[in-house]
């Protein structure tokens, strides 16, 4: 399903072109259910596919509906996979009632550089274009929850460099830099947040996920942070670790506190 039906914002900007798209995994509810949006990792620069629908399916067998965002990654740059990524969510809201899913119930998550692109989206966001020709375009950006894997926050001292390049250029600017180093951009209305991550991460420093924990903390945004104590980066469902994998078991249970997961028919 693409993003955008007519002209894609930015469409023509590089020679090497990609139209944005999602895959749903809709599940068949009894009343409006709740969805999550999966943004594969890749460094900004690919999508990876064992963080794509495997993690839709998962979320499917716990109630949950999933729509796998494949964004746009360089050669496009900031702001398209953002764009990509609030495009999405206003999409998911148009369709909400044709869907049966419930509109204040749609959340966002990511791994790595997605999990960027998610805690973006979940501090960069507004509620919509009434004005807009485009009803989509009418629909509040705003994720409900938000769920990062091993996320990229920082572009500072614990910044993934590869990351930052893609989405920024070489050398990025320093207004932008800031902007996305995201520990600086929670707000009052950044949404619930689980986030995971393994202590000795070698690609992406745990720091980047305590650095947005106590963003949040500092706003009183309700959060629930696990660090397990050793693992690669890139694990995914981390089905080769049995330790790690536990990851899943407790953001289900997390889901059930706020009230995303639903019934499904049969």
């Given at each position: 399903m693409k993003l955008w039906e007519g002209n894609t914002p930015g469409y023509e900007s590089v020679d090497d072109k990609f139209e944005p798209y999602m895959t749903p995994y809709i599940l068949n509810h009894d009343e409006p259910g709740s969805a999550v949006l999966v943004l594969?990792?890749?460094?900004?620069?690919g999508r990876?596919?064992?963080e794509g629908e495997p993690i839709a399916l998962w979320l499917n067998?716990?109630?949950?509906?999933a729509f796998v965002v494949q964004y746009r990654v360089n050669p496009y740059q900031h702001p398209y996979p953002l764009m990509d990524a609030q495009r999405a969510i206003?999409?998911?809201?148009h369709h909400a009632e044709e869907w049966n899913l419930d509109q204040e119930r749609v959340g966002i998550l990511g791994f790595s550089a997605g999990g960027h692109l998610a805690a973006t989206a979940s501090t960069h966001f507004d509620d919509g274009d009434l004005e807009a020709e485009?009803?989509?375009e009418r629909q509040s950006s705003r994720p409900n929850a938000s769920i990062l894997c091993y996320p990229v926050i920082s572009f500072g001292q614990f910044g993934h460099v590869g990351s930052l390049h893609n989405l920024l250029g070489e050398p990025p600017e320093a207004?932008?830099?800031q902007a996305l180093s995201l520990e600086f951009a929670v707000k009052p209305l950044t949404p619930p947040t689980f986030l995971w991550h393994t202590a000795d991460d070698a690609a992406v420093p745990v720091e980047n996920s305590f650095l947005y924990a106590s963003a949040l903390r500092k706003l009183q945004i309700p959060f629930e942070l696990h660090v397990f104590p050793t693992g690669r980066h890139g694990l995914g469902l981390a089905e080769e670790d049995s330790v790690v994998a536990?990851?899943?078991e407790l953001c289900e249970i997390w889901l059930s506190g706020i009230g995303f997961r639903t019934v499904t028919k049969g």
């Open positions: 594969p990792g890749g460094g900004y620069v990876a596919e064992h067998s716990v109630g949950v509906s206003r999409l998911v809201r485009d009803p989509v207004e932008l830099k536990k990851w899943t």
